[in-house]
């Protein structure tokens, strides 16, 4: 009964690649995450999705695209992968967000390496 | 400055011993404050919510102050198990994301 879960565990693959990284979550949130953690260990969010509709989008190259086909899921899509994605990247999701209790919950990450 | 800044660490305790984190935050909007334990190549979990009056979980004592837009976080009596990294953690100025701070690493022995 995994509340946030994402596929792959681990994903290698060489630069130039294009890659999706999926995120399901069964808790009934409304609100979903995707967070980069780098190899300093940071871990700062790339987007957030509030019932399908893209809420925060940072600074992030145009080549990572989010996708919410229904509110339990939010898939990241990165095109022509470079070595600077290397990371792990985790998806978290919460009730909605600025209303109490905004816990948010992590999957266990994908730790993604380009080569 | 940083949105969140925390002590860098790593902390290298014994067994038994009191540890404290501090962390400090930029935006004096934030309302909502956290933190979050990550233990290595795991995700992050909540530890504990921090309110302003401060609370206690067992050997955890988490504080705010608002006026210095500081949190703390104390640990009694260390544990082994308690070796991870504390992550603090405030909202957004919209309130719509969670800004994390970098970490402090702590390392219990016996």
């Known amino acids: 009964d995994t509340a946030v879960s994402q596929t792959p565990k681990y994903l290698v693959t060489q630069m130039g690649n294009d890659k999706s990284i999926k995120c399901e979550q069964n808790?009934?949130?409304?609100?979903m995450y995707w967070y980069k953690q780098d190899s300093k260990k940071f871990l700062k969010i790339m987007f957030s999705?509030?019932?399908?509709?893209?809420?925060i989008n940072e600074t992030v190259p145009n080549r990572f695209s989010p996708k919410s086909p229904d509110k339990a899921h939010l898939n990241l899509h990165i095109n022509s992968l470079e070595l600077g994605d290397s990371a792990v990247y985790f998806c978290?999701?919460?009730?909605?967000?600025?209303?109490?209790?905004?816990?948010?919950?992590f999957g266990p990450g994908t730790r993604l390496t380009v080569t | 400055r940083k949105e969140v800044e925390q002590d860098p660490g790593p902390f290298n305790v014994p067994e038994g011993a009191t540890v404290a984190f501090n962390c400090t935050y930029s935006?004096?909007?934030?309302?909502?404050f956290f933190w979050y334990r990550q233990d290595c190549r795991k995700e992050p979990k909540l530890l504990m919510s921090v309110y302003s009056s401060g609370n206690e979980d067992g050997r955890f004592t988490a504080q705010l102050n608002r006026a210095s837009q500081y949190i703390s976080l104390l640990i009694r009596d260390s544990k082994l198990s308690d070796s991870a990294t504390y992550l603090c953690v405030v909202n957004n100025q919209a309130g719509t994301a969670l800004i994390f701070g970098k970490g402090t690493t702590l390392s219990v022995s016996s």
């Open positions: 999705y509030n019932n399908k509709e893209l809420i």
């Open positions: 978290a999701s919460s009730l909605v967000p600025g209303q109490r209790p905004d816990e948010q919950y």
């Open positions: 808790l009934g949130h409304d609100t």
């Open positions: 935006n004096s909007a934030s309302q909502s």
